[in-house]
Every structure is written in C-alpha cells, then in structure tokens.
C-alpha cells in the first residue's frame, strides 16, 4: 500500500501584525483542509494536511485585519469541492473560490460551482503534486469556463516557466500565476524564470500573485530575500497583483511563517499605500467580485 506523507501545520501563535489592512482587504490565496471528518480528504492525494477548517481560517483572518478571501481548493481534497463551497457558503458574500475539476467536467457542473461562488480553475503543472496536467483538458476546460468569466491559476515550478511560456501565452482569459513562479530567490531578479515570469507579464491577461515567500526564499524567516521580487512585479503591472497568505502553508519544508509577519512583509515591499490598497482591495474586486 501507498505510504501517503503528512505535512507540518501552520504556526498556531499568529501575531498580530503592526501594519494594519485597509477596510475591504483579501487574501486571495488561502485553503481549508478538513476537518477530516466531514470533508474526507481524496484517497489519490500526494499529502495529509493536519484539519485547518473554516473556523480557523476566520480566525486567522480576523487576528490579521482581512475581511475577505479567496479559497484556494486543495489538491489534497481532489475534485470533491464542498469544503471549499461550504466555506464559501458560510462568509456572507465575502469569500469567493478557484476549484479544481474531472477531466470530463461539464457544463452543468461548471454553473452549478459559479452559482457556488466560484470565479476560477486552477491546474498544477508542480512536479510533487503530479506535474503536467492533460493539455487536451487543459485546453477544454478553459473553452468551457471563458463564457463564465472565470481565470485559470497556474502552479508551476521555476524550471518550467520557460518551457511552458508559449502554451500560457496562448491563453485566452485571464491568467494568474502562483506564488510568483515559485522562482529560487538566491538565483536573483535576473535568473531565466523571474525574466520570462516578467515578459508574461506585459500580456493584459496575465496576473501575478506575490505570496508564498516562504517558497521561494533561501534565507528563510522572515524571508527579506524575496522583497526584490515582489517590488519589482509591482513595477511592473501593479494592476495586476494580488496578494495571499497561503495559509495553512502546506507542504513547507523550511521556516513555517507566521502570517502576522507575512502581512507586514507586503508592507515592507509596498512602501505606498496607495499601491497597498490596489492589491489587497481593488484588484480581488476585479477579479473576484464583479457581478
């Protein structure tokens, strides 16, 4: 039998941060495991998470000064979307979803997750968690969710976003990337992926999200290396950033965060406020909540 491996959980003590979120704010990449109980977690999964359930995350959200969120559907919990639409369900209008589907997902099924509350799909191209999806999927599933309105998020490791450049460049709704490329911070601003992960940038479609410095830091807490990337993508297409915790951070094999910290980190990389308040406010509006 399949030894399937467990993963650490959050940093349970979340610090109060000292830069306060404007009214309106959104994580736009966070998750619920479990609990397990209720949502049984899919039986093809890569990892067990420890439960992280919605009571958690509000609370998360409310020790942060966040009034609004976008649940990340795990990869742990397969295409079984009711954790994420029982999320979705009980905040009251203030979080929205990204799923992920069958390969022969209908029509009816793709309505039934927008009526859910759901805004977009999202597909791992991330080596651990399976790697390279079906393109003729792939390709399908977009066709049929562009009349939604819905984005594709994209998680893909550094060493694939070059490789990869032309398929995502030939997409036809909005995109948004993971974890800014997932790019090796001690490789610098300069390194092949941040470059391609920039030129995709240009594209109108394309959106960026700058969390999961965790990820791509070499340092590790507080992970001050990252600064240089999220600063420069801000240059760069500032209308197009969003930002997320990525809590309850699975799968981290260095320094757990705590979000407190990582909350007050975006404040350090974004010295405006101005700036501040178009990712965390106004570019989830627009991509989240406009109808």
């Not at 805004?119 to 191209?125: D, K, T």
């Not at 010295?271 to 989240?288: G, K, S, W």
Request: hydrophobic share 40%.
């Amino acid at each position: 039998m399949r030894e399937i491996p467990t993963c650490k959980g959050p940093d349970p003590d979340t610090k109060t941060p000292r830069y306060r979120p404007p009214a309106g704010a959104c994580d736009t990449h966070c998750h619920i495991f479990g609990p397990g109980a209720v949502f049984p977690y899919a039986p093809a999964r890569a990892y067990t998470p420890p439960d992280a359930p919605y009571e958690a995350l509000r609370n998360l959200h409310r020790i942060l000064g966040i009034s609004r969120a976008v649940i990340v559907h795990a990869s742990c919990h397969g295409s079984d979307m009711r954790v994420t639409l029982d999320g979705i369900a009980r905040s009251g209008g203030t979080m929205r979803g990204v799923c992920v589907v069958d390969p022969g997902v209908t029509d009816a099924e793709l309505a039934r997750l927008h009526e859910g509350g759901i805004r977009g799909v999202r597909f791992n191209f991330v080596k651990h968690l399976g790697g390279m999806p079906d393109m003729d999927v792939f390709r399908r599933v977009l066709s049929q969710v562009e009349p939604l309105g819905w984005h594709v998020v994209l998680h893909l490791d550094a060493q694939d976003i070059v490789p990869l450049a032309p398929v995502i460049s030939a997409i036809r709704i909005p995109f948004v990337i993971d974890h800014m490329a997932r790019v090796k911070a001690k490789d610098g601003v300069d390194q092949p992926a941040f470059a391609q992960l920039r030129e995709l940038m240009k594209n109108p479609l394309a959106w960026v999200k700058v969390c999961g410095a965790e990820r791509i830091s070499s340092a590790g807490a507080p992970f001050r290396d990252a600064l240089p990337f999220i600063r420069t993508l801000a240059a760069d297409a500032p209308d197009r950033l969003l930002w997320g915790t990525d809590w309850p951070h699975p799968n981290i094999a260095g320094d757990m965060p705590n979000d407190g910290d990582l909350v007050d980190l975006l404040a350090e990389a974004i010295a405006d406020e101005a700036l501040r308040h178009r990712i965390l406010v106004d570019n989830p509006t627009r991509l989240y909540w406009q109808d």
